[in-house]
């Protein structure tokens, strides 16, 4: 399963990704997380239903420094992971 979530507020230039990216590995979550030109983060997650509910569960909070105002989520069904790891661009 996959999820692609647009995340805004205060997410770029507080080590957002970074922390989207830490999370992810922690619940053996991949695919990847990358800024967008409108100060928002973009995120492709693939696992299974209850690795990427834990994974909103921590992108609704973020890092310390960020300020989730909202996410937009797209879930989608994939029978098979895409990615090996979780990326940054």
């Known amino acids: 399963m996959q999820y692609h979530t647009i995340a805004y507020g205060l997410v770029q230039g507080v080590f957002f990704r970074d922390f989207v990216r830490q999370s992810a590995l922690e619940l053996g979550v991949t695919g990847w997380a990358k800024n967008l030109p409108d100060g ?3 995120i492709l997650a693939e696992g299974d239903k ?3 509910e834990k994974l909103l569960e921590k992108v609704r ?3 310390d420094r960020a300020r989730v ?3 937009e989520i797209e879930k989608a069904k994939c029978d098979k992971r895409q990615y ?5 661009y």
């Open 40 to 42: 928002s983060v973009e």
């Open 50 to 52: 209850e690795q990427l």
């Open 61 to 63: 909070v973020g890092p």
């Open 69 to 71: 105002e909202r996410l």
């Open 84 to 88: 090996a790891g979780f990326a940054l």
